[in-house]
């Protein structure tokens, strides 16, 4: 994607995490011109955390998010996000967000905050170090793919992605299995001073490449094969402060996968190897042993 289409597509990202609010309480969000046929999850979990925070009475930073995905949202509408003020202090809170479309209830975002203070610490080890300008941007990966991976093709590509091992599309063909996907990540452009809009940008990459382990374990691919994948719930747990227009990197495993269904969990770390978040979804993932066609 040329660089002022993905400048295009980081202003939409931005607008689309500045909401209207129509009460105290109550929010509404839109979609961005390029959608799946149901709405992102990940624009829904980053749309539910900003309403969030935008009713906190004091500045506590996050510590956790946790998302059940009950419905498909409709692109075509509004979602309208209800906030539920669970506890005020001035170093704890909590939140519920309803997502709801036409009374429909979509998604429940249960949010912690928490200011700590120091304490304790420790980490799990980083991956190997690299930098993010050594490897290829994901365009020059998707070249001579588009009709495979469509909609990887076409999406709305805010986020800048470089992969640091090849990606499932490009594995499948050289007939590989890899138990791990690692991708830098930055925002396409500068983003505000705002750490509410920071670590919304987190949650909303924290739902791409996510759930990619499951099948790599596997040797499949989108595209290639006929894979049906869905987000049942996903949970998000902040461990530092985050700014998503520097890089960060995105490393993600899949633990188990059983009952047509499968985890993926993944750590944020920042460019020293500081862990900023950690990341687990459910998804339930149907595979149809078979070539995939272009229709599907």
Do not use: C
């Amino acid at each position: 994607m040329p660089e002022s289409g993905a400048h295009a597509d980081f202003e939409e990202l931005l607008a689309i995490l500045h909401l209207d609010r129509v009460d105290d309480d109550t929010f509404l969000g839109s979609h961005p011109s390029k959608n799946p046929i149901r709405t992102f999850g990940g624009q829904m979990m980053a749309q539910a955390f900003v309403a969030s925070g935008r009713t906190l009475k004091h500045p506590t930073p996050p510590s956790a998010l946790s998302v059940h995905f009950i419905a498909g949202g409709d692109p075509e509408l509004d979602l309208e996000f209800h906030v539920v003020r669970l506890r005020d202090e001035r170093r704890f809170a909590n939140r519920r967000v309803d997502v709801m479309q036409k009374g429909q209830l979509l998604t429940t975002a249960m949010v912690s905050y928490l200011a700590g203070g120091k304490g304790l610490e420790h980490g799990l080890q980083p991956p190997p170090p690299g930098h993010p300008l050594d490897v290829p941007p994901i365009d020059d990966l998707l070249r001579g793919y588009e009709e495979i991976v469509p909609h990887f093709a076409n999406a709305l590509r805010p986020i800048e992605w470089r992969y640091t091992n090849d990606p499932a599309w490009i594995m499948r063909d050289k007939g590989e299995r890899l138990d791990h996907n690692r991708v830098w990540m930055k925002a396409q452009g500068v983003m505000p001073d705002d750490p509410v809009l920071h670590a919304a940008a987190l949650v909303y990459s924290s739902d791409t490449t996510v759930l990619d382990s499951i099948i790599t374990t596997h040797g499949l691919s989108w595209g290639h094969d006929r894979i049906f994948a869905v987000s049942a719930n996903h949970t998000v747990w902040f461990h530092r402060p985050v700014r998503f227009d520097d890089w960060v990197l995105y490393s993600t495993t899949s633990p188990v996968a059983a009952d047509s269904r499968g985890l993926g969990t993944g750590h944020f770390f920042d460019r020293s190897g500081q862990p900023l978040a950690t990341v687990v979804q459910e998804g339930i993932i149907k595979y149809f042993p078979g070539r995939a066609t272009a229709s599907e």
